[in-house]
């Protein structure tokens, strides 16, 4: 048995993602009978997390207001991958646009997946080398800080709660692990 999908319904559509109501018949957890449902769902076009290495082993974050929560946040540089864009074009751009530095060597780590449950944003994570610096162009609605921490700093911010965003903390935390 798997899912059918008997209905969906367009109920939002925005700049940064849409929702949709979706009428499914699909498996019931405790047995194979069929269940109707109503899923709601937050479509994504996807997003790209960058872990800028410089040369001396810091690795750079950015500082920015995230309005959703009312307060500012250091996290790892990312952003929004454009409808039919490459992930690895869209990585370039955003490390350009939020820090000004530039890469020469890109390696693809992780693809995460934030919200599973309702949302359907992939998360790809990129470790960029080779770094020099060049100048931001944020968008006109971003005021970004960049600076640079050690790995050892970042996992202490961690462990203390400093770090609390998500990607973040998975990023740096796999990045830290496949160097030990």
Known sequence: ????????????????FSVRRDLV????AA????????REVVDH???????????????LLVRQYRYALRRF??????GRIEPRENP???????????TGYQARRWRRLLKLFPTPGFVSEVMILYEARGLHRGEARPEPDEA??????????????????????AKSVAGILYYARSRA
Do not use: C
């Not at 047995?31 to 109503?38: A, D, K, P, Q, R």
């Not at 690895?88 to 939020?98: F, G, P």
């Not at 800080?145 to 770090?163: N, S, Y």
């Open 73 to 78: 946040l250091w996290e790892l540089p990312a």
């Open 1 to 16: 048995m798997r899912l059918q999908v008997k209905k969906s319904e367009r109920v939002y559509r925005g700049k940064v």
């Open 31 to 38: 047995g194979g009978n069929l269940i109707e449902v109503v």
């Open 144 to 165: 970004i800080h960049v600076r640079a921490f050690t790995v050892k700093h970042l996992l202490q911010r961690i462990r203390q709660g400093k770090l609390p965003d």
């Open 45 to 59: 076009t996807g997003s790209v997390v960058l872990l800028p290495v410089l040369p001396d082993g810091r690795i």
């Open 88 to 98: 690895l074009a869209a990585a370039r751009r955003e490390l350009r646009e939020e």
């Open 25 to 28: 018949r699909e498996p019931h």
